[in-house]
């Protein structure tokens, strides 16, 4: 469990909490006091709503793995083939 005290959040803490906040993977009281925050503060709605246009993709998406050279691709496909044998 996440101990913040709701009612001092800020710019800083919805920050800090932003992804957890867009996927709303928080306890109750963080998610209600930073919906109050967003409310009152355009920088974080802006924010927020910035954030949530680009998770509009997947949440896979981010999970991508770095692209490999090709010779490296080779060489796990071939180590695959011959462990089937
Ligand atoms: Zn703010």
Known sequence: MI???????????LKRFLYDYIE???DDAILIALDNHVICCPDCEHLVNSYRDASETPREHLKQP??????VKFQ?????????K
């Open 3 to 13: 101990s913040v005290d709701p009612s001092s959040f800020n710019c800083a803490e």
């Open 24 to 26: 709303r993977e928080l």
């Open 66 to 71: 770095v692209s490999m050279p090709g010779d």
């Open 76 to 84: 796990i496909v071939e180590s695959l083939s011959q462990s089937e």
